[in-house]
């Protein structure tokens, strides 16, 4: 029954999928058509892609085997917009976890509540927040009621994934024992404070797995706390109502669940309780009843990003495409005023490089 990947057993989902599927060669050639989209121009890929039959077929023997190991990460830093820590594992590595994603990913997200948005194919931050306005709507009667927003994110998130209760969810799912072992070859690869502790930014497997840990948080919102307006996406969630001491009231409750089941700690700080009409700050966007704007450091570090020497097209429209999610006529007309700018500077700038340079060859002539 390969059709779905899926049966129901006991009223518990299991995968059909099995091992040797999975590391099959035509899933490892499947998966590398999906890595190296975008990708072939990098010396690692191009590298990679010279031998492939051969290294391929040497990744499918050691995983037939069982003596596959995984490689050590490259380890960097990113601001988005805050600091981040990136562990980038090398090609055979990345190829694996396409291999097992592309397996994976379709059946737990049939697990999935519909409202956990993040890393899932026709989901995200767009959609997340387009239920978060749908929700406004229900829950204040098309704007007849006050709507209360709990708005909550965790606390060092990735870093703080238990590994040992991380394995124990999946294997609730998945019956083959060789493929678990292989999810917890690629789990135990990394750690981050302490042994046991922790998943890599970065591994295309790291955004299915905190996905499949959070799932339990979401299955305890819906079915325990029983919210009916509760959006996740990744560690950021709310729940609305017209409540207020009904959002104070839940809000020990998943703090003990979270820390009790998941050892996770909501950021004491980032606890907001507020009216949605007073502005409700997710996913980057300022929320409101019937519109949202860009937040004010979002706004800040697009402008900041619009370098007027290097500004590429592709960077102004992908900015230009984000804001149209949202009231920003003003702004979309603000960065089309300054990449303006930027080419009246840049061609200013060339025309007197171009006279500077012609004195200076006439200087030299005249020498």
């Not at 069982?66 to 055979?92: G, L, V």
């Not at 239920?131 to 209360?148: A, D, L, M, P, Q």
């Not at 305890?220 to 017209?242: Q, W």
Request: net charge positive; aromatic share 10%; charged share 25%.
């Amino acid at each position: 029954m390969r059709g779905g990947g899926f049966f129901k057993a006991m009223s518990k989902i299991l995968l059909c999928h099995d091992y040797n599927h999975i590391i099959s060669l035509e899933n490892l050639l499947e998966a590398w058509k999906e890595f190296v989209r975008g990708k072939r121009s990098r010396n690692d890929v191009q590298e990679f892609e010279r031998n492939l039959m051969a290294n391929i077929i040497s990744l499918h023997r050691v995983l037939v085997a069982k003596t596959y190991t995984h490689s050590a990460y490259q380890a960097f830093k990113i601001s988005d917009p805050k600091s981040r820590d990136i562990h980038k594992a090398n090609i055979r590595d990345r190829l694996l976890h396409h291999a097992l994603h592309r397996i994976l990913s379709p059946f737990f997200a049939k697990t999935f509540i519909t409202d956990s948005n993040s890393c899932q194919k026709g989901k995200g931050t767009h959609r997340a927040l387009n239920r978060f306005r749908k929700f406004v709507g229900i829950v204040s009667e098309n704007n007849t009621h006050t709507v209360w927003a709990l708005k909550c994110d965790i606390k060092k998130f990735f870093a703080n994934i238990d590994q040992a209760i991380l394995l124990d969810i999946v294997a609730k799912y998945i019956p083959d024992n060789n493929i678990i072992w292989l999810i917890s070859v690629i789990i135990q690869s990394f750690h981050s404070s302490a042994h046991g502790v922790g998943l890599p930014l970065g591994n295309l497997t790291s955004q299915l797995f905190v996905n499949i840990y959070m799932n339990e948080f979401d299955q305890f919102m819906k079915h325990k706390i029983k919210a009916k307006h509760y959006i996740r996406y990744s560690d950021d969630f709310v729940v609305l109502s017209r409540s207020r001491s009904y959002l104070e009231n839940i809000l020990p409750n998943m703090q003990e669940f979270l820390g009790r089941k998941l050892k996770l700690i909501i950021h004491p700080d980032k606890i907001f309780i507020q009216t949605v009409a007073s502005g409700v700050d997710f996913l980057g966007w300022v929320n409101f009843p019937d519109h949202r704007i860009l937040r004010t450091t979002t706004k800040k570090r697009m402008f900041k990003n619009i370098k007027i020497k290097e500004t590429k097209t592709e960077t102004v429209q992908s900015y230009l495409g984000l804001i149209i999610h949202g009231n920003n006529w003003k702004l979309c007309q603000q960065i089309k005023s300054k990449v303006a700018e930027g080419k009246g500077a840049s061609k200013q700038k060339a025309e007197q490089d171009a006279t500077r340079n012609g004195l200076k060859a006439k200087n030299w002539q005249m020498k």
